[in-house]
């Protein structure tokens, strides 16, 4: 039995949300962010699915959508995503192995992350008729434990992906604080993460240009657009500060390579550090 499974047997929780993640930037720095949601809480039962993405990207809905259909098929090394209702037919294909942990596990339940794709090969064709080719990523998350239960105070998140090398962070700073950093299948010595960089013992990354793509709360952001979720999740979670961003990364070896690529990432605060 593996570790995924011991949890899920272990875990009762009336609380279900499974979330694809999907994205990809073009070499100019053009991206898209997909995301597709379901929900199943108490009575509750919602599909969610939306994009954030360049405005240059001409055919793509931003959304939501809520329709059960139109969501993301993984097989194997390639994850396919037909959205008419979104205006986009988009194919990624792994070139990294996969990665998963269970993030946080308890008797409450658990939060399962698995990044299938750490580093891909992806194309995205819009109702524009334009086609779009870029790296990109794909990480899949499964919770049974409400988000707010686990006591968040910061989130640290992203992604760098070159043509050679493939860097994903996980930080949570709180009741239950993490720190994951994992590079080319290996897991980082020492890992410090802030907004500009990423550091560990083998390596030193670099986010210049920052461009910021999305700054709001996750009320306004996501569950103001599904009402029921936004009258029975506590006010002190939606009030959360997310500050989304796209930057250039430089990717600083010890034996003295350096390799570009684009990064992806995100803090979301909560209470005074959303200040």
């Known amino acids: 039995m593996t570790q995924r499974d011991h949890v899920i047997k272990k875990s009762g929780s009336t609380f279900s949300l499974e979330k694809y993640y999907v994205d990809l930037v073009t070499a100019e720095g053009q991206y ?79 939060v399962d992350w698995n990044c299938s794709q750490p580093s891909a090969r992806a194309q995205l064709t819009t109702t524009s008729g334009a086609t779009y080719h870029g790296l990109g990523y794909v990480e899949f998350l499964n919770l049974t434990i409400p988000p707010w239960h686990l006591g968040l105070r910061t989130l640290l998140w992203g992604r760098f992906v070159s043509e050679d ?35 560990c013992d ?7 240009r920052a461009e910021t793509i999305r700054e709001d709360s996750i009320g306004e952001t996501l569950v103001s657009k599904v009402p029921s979720v936004l009258r029975a ?10 500050r989304k961003y796209v930057s250039r990364g430089r990717l600083a070896f010890v034996d003295g390579s350096d390799h570009t690529g684009w990064v992806i990432h995100e803090r979301v605060s909560w209470g005074q550090d959303s200040i």
Not at 186 to 197: C, F, K, V
């Open 32 to 110: 898209f962010i997909g995301y597709s949601a379901r929900l199943i809480w108490g009575a509750i039962k919602i599909n969610y699915r939306a994009t954030l993405h360049h405005p240059s990207l001409l055919g793509v809905n931003a959304g939501p959508s809520l329709s059960s259909r139109g969501g993301p098929v993984e097989d194997d090394s390639i994850l396919t995503w037909r959205s008419p209702r979104l205006g986009f037919d988009g194919q990624w294909r792994r070139l990294a192995s996969a990665e998963r942990q269970v993030l946080h596990e308890e008797d409450a339940g658990f």
């Open 165 to 199: 090398h493939s860097v994903v962070w996980i930080e949570w700073q709180g009741k239950h604080d993490l720190l994951l950093l994992i590079y080319d299948g290996q897991r980082a010595a020492n890992p410090r993460i802030s907004d500009g960089y990423v550091r």
């Open 202 to 208: 083998d390596f030193d990354l670099s986010l210049d």
């Open 233 to 242: 999740a506590p006010i002190e979670f939606l009030g959360g500060r997310e």
